[in-house]
C-alpha cells in the first residue's frame, strides 16, 4: 500500500512537467519525479524489522534490509544532480537570451 | 555579507573541510563516502563563496583549477580501473591487498577509489557553482 | 577478451585528458586516434563468438551473479562497429568543421563522453548499468546540442533535455518494478526469473519502457524534440545523434530488453509494427513541408527510424534481417547526408533551401556524395537502402501482413519526394548570385564524406552469404534465439 505514495508523487511530478509555464517550475517538477523514483527504490529495499546494511564489528548475522537499491538510489541522485545542475545552467543562459522564464514566449523554432 | 557571516563562515569552514575529509576516509567503513565527503567539502567552498563573493577573474580563476581538480579526481579513479586491466588483467580488479577488516587500511582499492571520487565530486560541484555565479555576473 | 574494457576505457581517458590540456592540434590528434584504435577493435571482435565480461573479476556465487557483466554478441558487435565507424567519420570532420568554435578540446571530452555512454550502452550486460550509461551519453547529448549558445540552440537543449528527462525517470521505474520483482538486475538472470516465475509485471514494464526508450528514439508520439534538437547542434554532432545515437538509446536498448529479456510476444511484435508505420509516415509526410536543410534530415530520421522499428518488430528472422541492415544504412546514409549539411553551411552559412541553388558546380564532392545518400536513402537501385528496404517489404510479405507492406512502399515514394527536394534546390539548377564565389569544403571533410559514399554505394554487398554470415546473420540469431539470452549466466 506504501507503494501508492510515491506512484502519486512520481504523478505529481509528471502533471508539473506537463502543465508549468515557468522554466524553474519545470526544473522543480523534474526533480519531484527523480525524488519519487528514489523513494520507490528505497521501499523496494526494505525488508522487516531489518537493520541497516552496516557491518559492525561483533553483530555478525543480523538481518539486513536489501543494500542494493541503496546503492543504485545514490548512483540516481548523482545523474539526478547533473541533469538538474545543466538544466539550471541553460535556463540561466535562456534568461539571458530571452530575458524571461515564460515557455509561451521562448519561441524561436518552428514546429 | 556582513561581517558576522564572513567570520562565522572562516571559522567553519575548516572544520567542515576536515569532516569532509574524515567521512572519505572512513567511506568503506562507515556510512559515507566518496560522494558525501566530496559534497561537505564543496559544501565548504560554498559558504566561503557567498560569504566573500570576489571579482570576476578572481571566480574565474578558481573556477578553473576546480575544474582541473575535477578531471584529475577522475583521471586517479580510470588509473585505478585500468591498473586492475594491466595487473590482473581484469578491469576493476581489487588488486591491493585486503587488511583486516574494520581498520582504516582495509578493503583494498575501495579508500583510493573513494579518495579519487571525493577530488571529483568537491572539484564537480564547485564548478557548476562558480560557474552558475559567473552566469549571474555576465548579466550585469 | 582483454579488449571490452577499452571500449569504454579509451574515450574516458581521452575526453578526461582534453579537459585538462589547451592546444588544438593534440585534441584533433588524440581524439581521432581513440576513435580510429576503437573501430579497428571493434572489427577485431568479430573473430571472436559471445563473450561474457565479469567487471572487478566477481564470480558468481550459487548460479546467481552478482557484480557487474558485460556482454558481447553478434548484435553488440554489429553495433560496435556501426557506432564507432561513424564516430570516426564525424570526428575526422570535426578537424575542419569545429575551427570556427571555440573551446574545440571542450567538445572532443563532450564527444568522447558520448561516445563511452553509446559503447557502454551496447555492451553492458546489467539492467542498472545500462541505465547509468544511458544517461551519460544523453547529458552529454544535451549540452552538445546546446554547444553553440545561441538563442536557439539553447531553447532546443532545454526542451530535448526536459523530454530526455522524463523519458529517464520512465526507464527507471521500470527498472525498480522489475527489480522488485525479479530481485536481479543481470539482464540474462532477469530473463530467467521471468520465464520460471511468470511474466505478470512484463504488460505495465513493457509500456514504461516503450514510453521511455521510444522517447529516446523519437518513435512517433514521442518525437516532438527530435526536430528542434538535432538541426540546432554542430553538423558533425548531428550526424552523430540522428546516425546512432537514437539507435542505441532507444532502438537498440529496445530491442535487447524486449526480445531478450522480456520475450517477444504478439501484443508486442503488433505495438511495435503500428509505432513503426505511423512514424514512418507522419515523420515523411512531415519532411516535405520544411524548407531547413538540417530540420528537413531531422524529420527524415523520425520516418526511417519507423522503418527499423517496423522490420524488427515483425520478429521474423528475415524482419530483423531487413531491420538492422536498414540500421545499419540509415546510420550511414544520415550522417553522410547530416555531414553535407554541415559542409553546405560552412561554405555558404545558410542552410535555408530556399536561399542555395546550384551548389554542385561549386562543391562537386559534397554535392555528389549527397547525391548518392539522397539517392541510397529514397531506395533507388542498386544503392544500399534499396536492398533493407526491400527485404523489409518482402518480409512483410511472408508474414502475410500485407497493409504494412503497402504503407512501407508508400513511406517509399514520400522519401523519394523529399529528397528530390533536396537535390532539386540546394545542388542541382541555376547557380544563385550571392553564391559565386563559394568554395568546396577543406580536406578532411570531403575525406569523410567520401569515406561515407563509397560505404553508401558498397553496402548492399552485405546480403551476399559469405559476408551476411560474418556480420548480419549473427547479430540476427541473438534476437531469433529471444530469451535464450538467460543462457549466458551459465559461463
Same mark, same amino acid.
Given at each position: 500500500?506504501?507503494?501508492?505514495?510515491?506512484?502519486?508523487?512520481?504523478?505529481?511530478?509528471?502533471?508539473?512537467?506537463?502543465?508549468?509555464?515557468?522554466?524553474?517550475?519545470?526544473?522543480?517538477?523534474?526533480?519531484?519525479?527523480?525524488?519519487?523514483?528514489?523513494?520507490?527504490?528505497?521501499?523496494?529495499?526494505?525488508?522487516?524489522?531489518?537493520?541497516?546494511?552496516?557491518?559492525?564489528?561483533?553483530?555478525?548475522?543480523?538481518?539486513?534490509?536489501?543494500?542494493?537499491?541503496?546503492?543504485?538510489?545514490?548512483?540516481?541522485?548523482?545523474?539526478?544532480?547533473?541533469?538538474?545542475?545543466?538544466?539550471?545552467?541553460?535556463?540561466?543562459?535562456?534568461?539571458?537570451?530571452?530575458?524571461?522564464?515564460?515557455?509561451?514566449?521562448?519561441?524561436?523554432?518552428?514546429? | 555579507?556582513?561581517?558576522?557571516?564572513?567570520?562565522?563562515?572562516?571559522?567553519?569552514?575548516?572544520?567542515?573541510?576536515?569532516?569532509?575529509?574524515?567521512?572519505?576516509?572512513?567511506?568503506?567503513?562507515?556510512?559515507?563516502?566518496?560522494?558525501?565527503?566530496?559534497?561537505?567539502?564543496?559544501?565548504?567552498?560554498?559558504?566561503?563563496?557567498?560569504?566573500?563573493?570576489?571579482?570576476?577573474?578572481?571566480?574565474?580563476?578558481?573556477?578553473?583549477?576546480?575544474?582541473?581538480?575535477?578531471?584529475?579526481?577522475?583521471?586517479?579513479?580510470?588509473?585505478?580501473?585500468?591498473?586492475?586491466?594491466?595487473?590482473?588483467?581484469?578491469?576493476?580488479?581489487?588488486?591491493?591487498?585486503?587488511?583486516?577488516?574494520?581498520?582504516?587500511?582495509?578493503?583494498?582499492?575501495?579508500?583510493?577509489?573513494?579518495?579519487?571520487?571525493?577530488?571529483?565530486?568537491?572539484?564537480?560541484?564547485?564548478?557548476?557553482?562558480?560557474?552558475?555565479?559567473?552566469?549571474?555576473?555576465?548579466?550585469? | 577478451?582483454?579488449?571490452?574494457?577499452?571500449?569504454?576505457?579509451?574515450?574516458?581517458?581521452?575526453?578526461?585528458?582534453?579537459?585538462?590540456?589547451?592546444?588544438?592540434?593534440?585534441?584533433?590528434?588524440?581524439?581521432?586516434?581513440?576513435?580510429?584504435?576503437?573501430?579497428?577493435?571493434?572489427?577485431?571482435?568479430?573473430?571472436?563468438?559471445?563473450?561474457?565480461?565479469?567487471?572487478?573479476?566477481?564470480?558468481?556465487?550459487?548460479?546467481?551473479?552478482?557484480?557487474?557483466?558485460?556482454?558481447?554478441?553478434?548484435?553488440?558487435?554489429?553495433?560496435?562497429?556501426?557506432?564507432?565507424?561513424?564516430?570516426?567519420?564525424?570526428?575526422?570532420?570535426?578537424?575542419?568543421?569545429?575551427?570556427?568554435?571555440?573551446?574545440?578540446?571542450?567538445?572532443?571530452?563532450?564527444?568522447?563522453?558520448?561516445?563511452?555512454?553509446?559503447?557502454?550502452?551496447?555492451?553492458?550486460?546489467?539492467?542498472?548499468?545500462?541505465?547509468?550509461?544511458?544517461?551519460?551519453?544523453?547529458?552529454?547529448?544535451?549540452?552538445?546540442?546546446?554547444?553553440?549558445?545561441?538563442?536557439?540552440?539553447?531553447?532546443?537543449?532545454?526542451?530535448?533535455?526536459?523530454?530526455?528527462?522524463?523519458?529517464?525517470?520512465?526507464?527507471?521505474?521500470?527498472?525498480?518494478?522489475?527489480?522488485?520483482?525479479?530481485?536481479?538486475?543481470?539482464?540474462?538472470?532477469?530473463?530467467?526469473?521471468?520465464?520460471?516465475?511468470?511474466?505478470?509485471?512484463?504488460?505495465?514494464?513493457?509500456?514504461?519502457?516503450?514510453?521511455?526508450?521510444?522517447?529516446?528514439?523519437?518513435?512517433?508520439?514521442?518525437?516532438?524534440?527530435?526536430?528542434?534538437?538535432?538541426?540546432?547542434?554542430?553538423?558533425?554532432?548531428?550526424?552523430?545523434?540522428?546516425?546512432?545515437?537514437?539507435?542505441?538509446?532507444?532502438?537498440?536498448?529496445?530491442?535487447?530488453?524486449?526480445?531478450?529479456?522480456?520475450?517477444?510476444?504478439?501484443?508486442?511484435?503488433?505495438?511495435?509494427?503500428? !509505432? %513503426? &508505420?505511423?512514424?514512418?509516415?507522419? @515523420? =515523411? $509526410? /512531415?519532411?516535405?513541408?520544411?524548407?531547413?536543410?538540417?530540420?528537413? #534530415?531531422?524529420?527524415?530520421?523520425?520516418?526511417?527510424?519507423?522503418?527499423?522499428?517496423?522490420?524488427?518488430? !515483425? %520478429? &521474423?528472422?528475415?524482419?530483423?534481417? @531487413? =531491420? $538492422? /541492415?536498414?540500421?545499419?544504412?540509415?546510420?550511414?546514409?544520415?550522417? #553522410?547526408?547530416?555531414?553535407?549539411?554541415?559542409?553546405?553551411?560552412?561554405?555558404?552559412?545558410?542552410?535555408?533551401?530556399?536561399?542555395?541553388?546550384?551548389?554542385? @558546380?561549386?562543391?562537386?564532392?559534397?554535392?555528389?556524395?549527397?547525391?548518392?545518400?539522397?539517392?541510397?536513402?529514397?531506395?533507388?537501385?542498386?544503392?544500399?537502402?534499396?536492398?533493407?528496404?526491400?527485404?523489409?517489404?518482402?518480409?512483410?510479405?511472408?508474414?502475410?501482413?500485407?497493409?504494412?507492406?503497402?504503407?512501407?512502399?508508400?513511406?517509399?515514394?514520400?522519401?523519394?519526394?523529399?529528397?528530390?527536394?533536396?537535390?532539386?534546390?540546394?545542388?542541382?539548377?541555376?547557380?544563385?548570385?550571392?553564391?559565386?564565389?563559394?568554395?568546396?569544403?577543406?580536406?578532411?571533410?570531403?575525406?569523410?564524406?567520401?569515406?561515407?559514399?563509397?560505404?553508401?554505394?558498397?553496402?548492399?554487398?552485405?546480403?551476399?552469404?559469405?559476408?551476411?554470415?560474418?556480420?548480419?546473420?549473427?547479430?540476427?540469431?541473438?534476437?531469433?534465439?529471444?530469451?535464450?539470452?538467460?543462457?549466458?549466466?551459465?559461463?
Amino acid at each position: 500500500m506504501v507503494y501508492i505514495l510515491p506512484i502519486i508523487l512520481f504523478l505529481v511530478g509528471l502533471f508539473g512537467v506537463l502543465v508549468k509555464r515557468n522554466l524553474i517550475k519545470m526544473i522543480i517538477s523534474v526533480s519531484i519525479m527523480d525524488y519519487a523514483l528514489f523513494l520507490f527504490f528505497a521501499l523496494i529495499g526494505y525488508r522487516g524489522e531489518g537493520m541497516p546494511p552496516i557491518e559492525l564489528k561483533g553483530a555478525e548475522h543480523v538481518k539486513f534490509v536489501d543494500p542494493l537499491p541503496q546503492a543504485l538510489v545514490l548512483t540516481a541522485i548523482v545523474i539526478g544532480l547533473a541533469t538538474t545542475a545543466l538544466l539550471v545552467g541553460i535556463a540561466v543562459r535562456i534568461y539571458q537570451k530571452y530575458g524571461t522564464f515564460d515557455i509561451e514566449k521562448i519561441r524561436k523554432l518552428r514546429g | 555579507m556582513s561581517e558576522i557571516v564572513k567570520t562565522v563562515s572562516r571559522i567553519f569552514a575548516p572544520l567542515i573541510i576536515v569532516f569532509g575529509i574524515y567521512v572519505t576516509l572512513h567511506g568503506h567503513l562507515t556510512p559515507g563516502g566518496g560522494f558525501a565527503g566530496g559534497l561537505i567539502i564543496a559544501g565548504a567552498v560554498v559558504l566561503l563563496v557567498l560569504a566573500y563573493g570576489g571579482e570576476r577573474e578572481k571566480l574565474e580563476g578558481e573556477k578553473k583549477s576546480t575544474s582541473r581538480l575535477e578531471s584529475s579526481g577522475i583521471l586517479l579513479f580510470w588509473l585505478v580501473a585500468v591498473l586492475g586491466l594491466v595487473v590482473g588483467g581484469i578491469f576493476f580488479l581489487n588488486i591491493m591487498g585486503k587488511g583486516l577488516p574494520f581498520t582504516i587500511f582495509s578493503a583494498g582499492i575501495i579508500p583510493v577509489c573513494n579518495i579519487a571520487i571525493a577530488v571529483e565530486v568537491g572539484g564537480a560541484i564547485s564548478t557548476i557553482l562558480l560557474a552558475l555565479v559567473l552566469f549571474e555576473k555576465d548579466e550585469n | 577478451m582483454y579488449f571490452l574494457p577499452l571500449f569504454i576505457g579509451l574515450p574516458l581517458f581521452g575526453a578526461f585528458v582534453l579537459s585538462l590540456i589547451k592546444p588544438r592540434r593534440v585534441g584533433d590528434v588524440l581524439a581521432n586516434l581513440i576513435n580510429l584504435s576503437l573501430l579497428v577493435i571493434s572489427f577485431l571482435l568479430l573473430r571472436f563468438g559471445t563473450l561474457v565480461y565479469k567487471i572487478g573479476g566477481w564470480e558468481p556465487v550459487n548460479g546467481i551473479p552478482i557484480g557487474i557483466y558485460w556482454v558481447k554478441d553478434g548484435l553488440s558487435t554489429l553495433m560496435l562497429i556501426i557506432v564507432n565507424l561513424v564516430a570516426l567519420m564525424a570526428t575526422i570532420f570535426s578537424v575542419n568543421y569545429m575551427e570556427r568554435f571555440t573551446e574545440k578540446n571542450r567538445y572532443y571530452c563532450l564527444f568522447l563522453l558520448m561516445l563511452a555512454g553509446m559503447n557502454g550502452v551496447i555492451l553492458s550486460g546489467d539492467m542498472f548499468n545500462l541505465f547509468v550509461f544511458l544517461e551519460i551519453a544523453s547529458i552529454a547529448s544535451y549540452s552538445l546540442v546546446a554547444f553553440g549558445t545561441g538563442a536557439e540552440e539553447l531553447e532546443a537543449a532545454f526542451k530535448y533535455q526536459i523530454m530526455g528527462t522524463i523519458a529517464s525517470s520512465f526507464i527507471l521505474f521500470g527498472i525498480a518494478l522489475l527489480y522488485s520483482y525479479t530481485g536481479t538486475l543481470n539482464m540474462a538472470d532477469m530473463a530467467r526469473v521471468l520465464a520460471t516465475k511468470g511474466t505478470a509485471p512484463v504488460v505495465f514494464v513493457g509500456a514504461l519502457f516503450i514510453m521511455g526508450f521510444g522517447m529516446k528514439a523519437a518513435i512517433m508520439p514521442f518525437h516532438a524534440w527530435l526536430p528542434d534538437a538535432h538541426p540546432s547542434a554542430p553538423a558533425p554532432i548531428s550526424a552523430m545523434l540522428s546516425g546512432v545515437l537514437i539507435k542505441v538509446l532507444g532502438i537498440y536498448a529496445l530491442i535487447r530488453i524486449i526480445f531478450n529479456v522480456f520475450g517477444i510476444t504478439p501484443v508486442l511484435s503488433d505495438i511495435l509494427m503500428v !509505432l %513503426g &508505420t505511423i512514424s514512418l509516415m507522419v @515523420g =515523411g $509526410l /512531415l519532411a516535405i513541408g520544411q524548407r531547413d536543410f538540417k530540420r528537413l #534530415l531531422a524529420y527524415s530520421s523520425i520516418s526511417q527510424v519507423g522503418y527499423i522499428i517496423l522490420g524488427i518488430g !515483425l %520478429g &521474423t528472422p528475415l524482419g530483423i534481417l @531487413g =531491420g $538492422l /541492415l536498414h540500421l545499419l544504412n540509415h546510420s550511414v546514409f544520415k550522417s #553522410l547526408l547530416f555531414l553535407n549539411s554541415g559542409a553546405v553551411v560552412y561554405a555558404t552559412g545558410t542552410r535555408d533551401m530556399q536561399k542555395l541553388g546550384g551548389l554542385n @558546380g561549386k562543391m562537386p564532392v559534397t554535392g555528389g556524395s549527397s547525391f548518392i545518400a539522397s539517392m541510397s536513402i529514397a531506395g533507388v537501385p542498386p544503392f544500399s537502402g534499396f536492398w533493407s528496404k526491400l527485404v523489409i517489404i518482402i518480409a512483410c510479405l511472408f508474414a502475410n501482413r500485407f497493409g504494412f507492406a503497402i504503407w512501407a512502399i508508400v513511406g517509399s515514394i514520400i522519401t523519394l519526394a523529399y529528397y528530390m527536394k533536396v537535390q532539386r534546390d540546394v545542388f542541382f539548377g541555376p547557380l544563385r548570385e550571392d553564391l559565386r564565389e563559394t568554395k568546396e569544403v577543406p580536406g578532411f571533410m570531403k575525406f569523410s564524406m567520401i569515406i561515407l559514399a563509397v560505404l553508401c554505394v558498397s553496402m548492399g554487398l552485405l546480403l551476399i552469404p559469405q559476408l551476411r554470415n560474418i556480420l548480419l546473420t549473427p547479430a540476427v540469431e541473438v534476437l531469433k534465439n529471444g530469451i535464450e539470452y538467460a543462457g549466458l549466466i551459465s559461463y
